[in-house]
């Protein structure tokens, strides 16, 4: 039979004072396959438990290991240990990998199915019959969660690689935390890497929360489209959970006719979508006992594939940039209750005539477009929804919501600690405020189809009744008609813990739609540059400049320009400075 030892972390000493020992009637499952390895897989399913312990090693390196005896006589290793040897090895390790995580799946669905109770351990804690006897029946082991848990907890660092990375804490209920798994063992297996892979515990929980991960669609050209929304949505699952304040509760067990715990078998739970096995072991490549080249016939070419992978995580790194910085203020937010109330009011025109609200109705393609970006600078998110609709105006509207409200609360709580725009920052730049924290955000340098603009539109009230744009470009104007413009851009912030400039050099493809009588923007192809900022530096040559023009910011950010062209244009520093006389 063999052998499976499992080190617990601990020494001879700590062993005892943690009473381990008492937790070696624990349970696991053994999963056994009905038949030779292949894509249509069934199991048996039994309890399994430690027989013993035995310490290992000398001195300092001495550990206390859970020993045990299963199955035949072959080497079984656990499918964290399987990920890592296929890394390093060959076509045979990573055959060994792909066809283990295969039969760890295909066991975890059909002990949910079974309602078998195998709990939320981790791939570190799932041993693999090796790869010479999966070519015979699949074997797998289910640890003891209680025992694995344990162990799991003294081991630091290693922590994540055996368990951390393969759970969600916030997924209570047992199938949704084993659906998670499932989906992480997928992901791993296709992608080669983690979806959540930040070793501190509160980092990739922060990550789970906003969904901060690679699609696998967007990891894997053409993969297929079923299989990967299947996987991505189970991967968000945690966020769900989180947002929609599920409460946790523990999974009790079942009970016999005689009174004594049913350690095999779970309660019922709710009907959920089954994983879809047949997709991934095609993906996998294995049908015929090796490793095969996938093909795609979906893929895209690899260039427009690699463009659009880059722009969605551009835009979405922004977005979580922003909730993030949210989040970060939300003491002050709770401590200024009574002004957030105002906030809202404001913000969101709880009580604002409909009357008064911004309008598209009446301006041409271009000065929507102009608006829109107006409204981001501005932090202004009624005139964001005015000037656009479905997914850009949700995005951008969260976004600049975001930023809005922490500006706010920041202001009434500090009135000198709220987010103030690039020019106004410049414009109050002096010797005595230079090194005095405030948060900055903004557009400079816009452009729209090469023309400048000062991003102030005369926008309509929706009670000015403005008449239709009824034509453009020589052209009627009937619902569908499409027009596309060029923006480009310098977008200004700082970082949000340590103050340091961020600047990003965009340039947006912006496509509008005209429907009801009125322009709104409905498409954004983005691309964007990071521009290195060393802001110790710029803040010198910033008042250097100063000085040599007698304090005057408008010359100033003129002699700036070559040097930083992402610093604002002089009038719109001029205008800053006039507005906050």
């Not at 959540?196 to 699609?215: F, I, L, P, Q, V």
């Not at 803040?539 to 604002?568: F, I, M, R, T």
């Amino acid at each position: 039979m063999s052998e499976i030892i499992f080190d617990t972390g601990l020494n001879e000493s700590a062993f005892a004072k943690t009473r381990f020992s008492n937790l070696l009637s624990e349970s696991g499952i053994a999963a056994c396959a009905d038949k030779n390895f292949g894509s249509d897989m069934t199991f048996s399913f039994s309890e399994w438990k430690f027989d013993g312990v035995k310490t290992i090693g000398d001195g300092d390196d001495a550990h206390v290991y859970l020993c045990g005896r299963f199955g035949e006589d072959e080497e079984m290793l656990s499918l964290a240990e399987i990920f890592l040897r296929a890394e390093k090895g060959g076509e045979a390790e990573r055959y060994e990998a792909a066809a283990a995580s295969y039969a760890a799946l295909c066991a975890i669905e059909e002990a949910k199915k079974e309602n078998v109770k195998i709990e939320n351990i981790g791939a570190g804690g799932i041993y693999v019959k090796n790869a010479a006897g999966f070519a015979k029946k699949p074997a797998l082991l289910f640890l003891p969660q209680t025992l694995f848990d344990k162990a799991c907890a003294t081991g630091g660092e290693s922590y994540a690689k055996l368990q951390g990375f393969w759970i969600s804490k916030s997924l209570s209920e047992r199938r949704s935390a084993l659906s998670f798994t499932q989906a992480v063992i997928a992901y791993r297996a296709l992608a080669k890497r983690m979806p959540y892979d930040k070793s501190d515990e509160s980092a990739r929980s922060t990550d789970e929360y906003d969904k901060n991960y690679m699609r696998l669609e967007h990891v894997i050209n053409g993969v297929d489209k079923s299989l990967a929304e299947s996987v991505d949505a189970t991967l968000e699952l945690p966020s769900r959970s989180v947002q929609a304040g599920r409460k946790k509760a523990d999974d009790t067990a079942g009970t016999k006719a005689d009174g004594t715990a049913d350690t095999l078998h779970a309660p019922d739970g709710q009907k959920e979508k089954p994983f879809l096995l047949q997709a991934f072991y095609a993906e996998l490549g294995i049908a015929d006992g090796t490793l095969k080249k996938v093909p795609h016939p979906a893929a895209l070419p690899q260039a427009e594939f690699d463009a659009k992978v880059a722009s969605y995580y551009k835009s979405k790194k922004r977005s979580v940039s922003a909730r993030r910085t949210f989040r970060r203020n939300a003491g002050a937010i709770a401590a200024c209750f009574a002004a957030t109330a105002l906030i809202a009011f404001f913000a969101f025109g709880a009580v604002r005539d409909a009357r008064h609200r911004p309008s598209a109705v009446g301006l041409t393609s271009f000065e929507v477009t102009e608006a829109f970006y107006e409204a981001i600078h501005t932090q202004n998110v009624e005139l964001v929804g005015a000037m656009s609709s479905g997914k850009v105006s949700k995005r951008y509207g969260d976004i600049v919501g975001g930023i809005y409200v922490v500006n706010k609360a920041r202001s009434a709580y500090d009135p000198k600690n709220g987010i103030v725009d690039p020019e106004t920052w410049f414009a109050f730049l002096s010797e005595e405020n230079a090194g005095t924290r405030r948060d900055v955000y903004g557009i400079t340098s816009f452009t729209l189809d090469g023309k400048e603009s000062s991003l102030e539109v005369r926008v309509p009230e929706r009670s000015e009744k403005k008449t239709p744009v009824r034509g453009e470009g020589g052209a009627p104007l009937d619902d569908g008609a499409q027009a596309v413009h060029t923006a480009e851009y310098y977008t200004v912030r700082t970082d949000g813990e340590t103050g340091d400039f961020i600047v990003e050099r965009n340039r947006d493809t912006v496509r509008l739609t005209y429907k009801k009588n009125e322009w709104a923007v409905t498409g954004i192809e983005e691309k964007e540059n990071d521009v290195p900022v060393d802001t110790a530096a710029f803040k010198s040559d910033a008042l250097s400049a100063l000085q040599k023009h007698g304090g005057n910011a408008v010359l100033a950010s003129g002699a700036l320009k070559e040097k930083y062209p992402w610093v604002p244009d002089p009038d719109a520093v001029r205008k800053a400075a006039e507005r906050n006389r």
